[in-house]
């Protein structure tokens, strides 16, 4: 997607949830104006090569503060970001469980360069990203979606089948990601999700044994995903 398109979308957003703002009665949080201080701050003492834009970035920065962060909180803007939320993680199942299936039919959109992509090295560790950019963007993707889905039973996410198959295709996509910092924060962050789920700390052990149990007897099957790993460390 053009660069423009995300920096419209940015702009956007800020407009709207300023327009809500005007008509709402609206706090300030005066950490998150101090954090936007230090940082231009930061840049006008550092002074980075004009190569890093750090004025645009910081620009634009700001603009996505305003209208996620609670820089400005009211009623009104606390239910436009609860839905907007919402969207953005449904639009990232999309692209983890649409990843996955990338990878079986060879799309591969990471780039090494402005102008050329992976295509014909899909399955080399650290250079599958999927419907995204990179393996290391895809990575956490893929774990925000199964952490969403297992805390999602409204709506199409009812359907126990249709909820662990989408999953069971997230967690797939983060081993073809092979980025080892995203699975292992999502191997804790997973555990701990459902351990506060359980309500019975004992059952929730001997669910966690027989899912070590079932993985274990799985592996030749689904064994192929961790070829990216593999390489990554050779």
Sequence with gaps: MPSIV?????????????FVSVHDRVQLSYSVIAIIIASLLSIIIAQPDSRFRSFQRLAYFSAVLITISPMLMSPKINIQRCILLRY??????????????????????????DDVYYDDFYSVGGTFGGLVKHSMLLGPLAVISVL?????????????????????????????????????????SIIYVLFMQSKNKIKFIKRIVFLIVVILITYPIWSFLLGGIIYKNE
């Design 148 to 188: 969403f889905l297992l805390n999602s039973r409204t709506g199409f996410l009812k359907n126990k089948l249709l909820r662990y198959t989408l999953i069971i295709a997230s967690l797939g996509a983060l081993l073809m990601a092979a980025s080892r910092g995203a699975i292992y924060g999502g191997i804790i």
């Design 6 to 18: 995300y920096e419209v979308m940015v702009i956007v957003s800020m407009v709207v949830t300023l």
């Design 88 to 113: 953005i993680l449904y639009f990232i199942v999309l692209l983890s469980v649409g990843s996955f299936i990338c990878y079986f039919l060879g799309i591969n959109r990471m780039q090494s360069s």
